[in-house]
């Protein structure tokens, strides 16, 4: 198993551009997060979604929209790109949402605007 | 709102040694879980350790254990016999009730294993 993927690892967008955040995992679980991490911080939940074609709104979700197709992508999109959006973005995946089913991580997007 | 503090931005200690991380916790709930991860320098997020809040025993993972005081909020992790690979930021996170949806994540302390 790849586990969670994400691609791509980096990325520098300039004010305004628009760009998505592919997140796959091959381990046929049914919830997905998105989470950012700015710098000297914790991760912040952005969105979750408990299944295909369910999605709600985690911590931060403002400047952000997701969809869930299928079970094993889960991709994040950004519409007008804003220095407040330079993060590095971790896509998790978990078999269930209760804590008994550990939350399996990907190696992050560095996004940088500018 | 839920509130996890990690006063102890860095910290090093000598391979071999023990070494233990601070996190304080601020909620009103009953029903939460409390984690530690570690994010290495690939970034990666490797979970260490778990504790339910309803357990009263501290929760112990081969060389990593914690110390749970629920009436103190606090949650510190002890690293025994620490290794070189032990070197990471570690992250307090708190899950509150039993879904996925409600994590929340401190700022991380970053260890340092010298050898």
Known sequence: ?114 | AQTVTQSQPEMSVQEAETVTLSCTYDTSENNYYLFWYKQPPSRQMILVIRQEAYKQQNATENRFSVNFQKAAKSFSLKISDSQLGDTAMYFCAFMKGNTGNQFYFGTGTSLTVIP
């Open chain 1, 1 to 114: 198993n790849a586990g969670v993927t994400q691609t791509p690892k980096f990325r520098i967008l300039k004010i305004g551009q628009s760009m998505t955040l592919q997140c796959t995992q091959d381990m046929n679980h049914n919830y997905m997060y998105w989470y950012r991490q700015d710098p000297g911080m914790g991760l912040k939940l952005i969105y979750y979604s408990v299944g295909a074609g369910i999605t709600d709104k985690g911590e931060v979700p403002n400047g952000y929209n997701v969809s869930r197709s299928t079970t094993e992508d889960f991709p994040l999109r950004l519409e007008l790109a804003a220095p407040s959006q330079t993060s590095v973005y971790f896509c998790a995946s978990s078999r269930t949402g209760t804590v008994h089913n550990e939350q399996f991580f990907g190696p992050g997007t560095r996004l940088t605007v500018l």
